[in-house]
């Protein structure tokens, strides 16, 4: 675990800068479930940090959400 959030930390230092840059609009999917990232506590920084970015963290999803048998993009992008 601790490698993985180092190389997540080095990631970040690199691309942290340019994010205010990214001018197309954004929707942000998080799993709270996510065993791999921290990528619930990551997706208000990264609203903040992208001009045009929606985050969504959702209950009981992975880090896989998109590949979830009973997750559904196309009405997750209708109420977003």
């Known amino acids: 675990l601790s490698w ?13 800068p340019t994010l205010k840059n990214i001018r197309q609009r954004t929707l942000l999917l998080a799993g709270q ?9 990551e997706a208000p920084r990264l609203e903040r940090a992208l001009p045009r970015c929606r985050a969504r963290v959702l209950d009981s999803r992975s880090h896989a ?5 009973d997750f559904d993009l196309v009405s997750m992008l209708r109420v977003s």
């Open 33 to 41: 479930m996510d065993l791999v990232i921290p990528s619930a506590q």
């Open 4 to 16: 993985r959030l180092q190389l997540l930390q080095q990631g970040a230092r690199a691309v942290n």
């Open 65 to 69: 959400l998109l590949q979830e048998a």
